[in-house]
């Protein structure tokens, strides 16, 4: 890389587990073709160890829900303070946004005001839900990499700089369909819960999913079942809500990558997001669920524009796995959706085959390369341009 390209300070902001993941990714591909860059903004783990400097902590201001939000408004506005005053007193030369709409569209217009290059990665859902961003994007935004192969056409038809860069799931290493059919062979079924990765998910999502494995215990004879952990959240905070189950069923949490999640499940209950698309890739079958507040379900319902909220069933364009929303995702019905699915061995491995075929949509592997190739070609075109 060009020398002129050393010392550049690039903001990234990524408010979510999946986005931190993805965006340490992106990171780590910088920094092995220009040592020289130096990172900061906000992010959890991942993107602390790759060394970026985290001025916040995800985690204060991850929300999902309309009126959830409301808790976390203290610790967002001052989030967005120190964001915003970092743009002014100490601007980087290139900000990289990743999904997190409400609160990077906020800051995205600071940086504009302040003529900072603005690259969005990880599109928010715009094309499900409020479809009207889609121009303050264009108003803002220098150019989008879209993760979703439907993601481009939406941005080109509103003559918005757009680049599909693949999905960054698919430089993970994937299984084989040997390693899936693997699993078939255990006697015990496995189920898989994956409540998902706040705090606030987990509350409404765990307690169900405990009370189905209750019901799946009566339904199935012998039985096991496994429990995602999120890198972001502490195991006793999932050990103490198993604890108070009182021991009806056994359940092993996993704390190390939610792949082995997968190795061990012949179906997963997952929280829709992210993870869906993770299982899918890795031939697994699933039930998808999703809870909100009343108010938030209410309010969302009505600007939803599209027929699913799966991943899965979005990009294969029709519902190819089940998806139990609010009331419908209660432990009566999500484990009679399991049951029957499990009962029938033959449709279960036809679904984990056809649910691999995701990956032929979803782009090739080098999302992150070719996602830092866009971000430095942004850096040197504002390094040209500051030499005129």
């Excluded at 599209?306 to 364009?317: D, F, P, S, T």
């Excluded at 419908?328 to 061995?345: F, G, H, R, Y």
Aim: proline share 6%.
């Amino acid at each position: 890389m060009e020398k002129s390209l050393e010392n550049n300070r690039v903001m990234i902001l990524a408010g979510e587990t999946s986005g931190d993941l993805h965006g340490a990714k992106l990171v780590s591909a910088m920094q092995k073709r220009n040592k020289g860059i130096v990172f900061c903004g906000i992010g959890g783990r991942a993107l602390k160890e790759t060394g970026v400097d985290i001025l916040i902590d995800a985690s204060e201001i991850s929300v999902v829900g309309i009126t959830e939000v409301f808790s976390k408004t203290p610790g967002i506005l001052k989030s967005l303070q120190t964001v915003k005053k970092t743009l002014k007193t100490a601007p980087p030369d290139l900000l990289i946004l990743i999904d997190f709409p409400d609160f990077n569209l906020h800051v995205a217009a600071t940086a504009k005001k302040n003529k900072i290059p603005i690259l969005y990665y990880i599109s928010p859902q715009i094309w499900a839900w409020r479809p009207g961003r889609v121009k303050k994007i264009g108003r803002l935004v220098d150019h989008m990499a879209v993760i979703l192969p439907f993601e481009e056409d939406f941005y080109k038809s509103q003559h918005i700089p757009v680049t599909f860069v693949g999905h960054p799931l698919l430089e993970n290493n994937l299984p084989t369909k040997k390693a899936i059919e693997r699993k078939w062979l255990e006697d015990i079924p496995v189920i898989g819960f994956l409540p998902g990765s706040r705090h606030g998910e987990i509350d409404r999502h765990l307690p169900v999913m405990l009370d189905t494995a209750r019901i799946l215990c009566q339904k199935i004879k012998p039985v096991k079942f496994v429990i995602s952990l999120s890198p972001d959240v502490e195991k006793k905070y999932i050990e103490n809500s198993v604890e108070k189950f009182n021991g009806a069923a056994s359940f092993e949490i996993i704390t190390t990558d939610v792949k082995k999640i997968f190795e061990k499940s012949r179906i997963v209950v997952a929280a829709s997001g992210t993870v869906t698309l993770e299982a899918a890739i890795s031939g697994t079958p699933m039930v998808i669920i999703y809870k909100v507040s009343p108010v938030s379900y209410f309010l969302g319902k009505n600007m939803i524009k599209v027929k699913h909220i799966g991943l899965v069933n979005l990009i294969a364009g029709k519902e190819i796995v089940p998806e139990l929303i609010q009331k419908a995702a209660s432990p009566e019905q999500i484990a009679n959706t399991v049951s029957k699915m499990l009962s029938d061995p033959t449709s279960l491995k036809k679904l984990g085959l056809e649910l691999l075929n995701i990956r032929k949509k979803l782009g090739g592997p080098g999302a992150s390369e070719r996602v830092a190739d866009i971000a430095f070609g942004m850096l040197g075109w504002n390094r040209k341009e500051e030499r005129e």
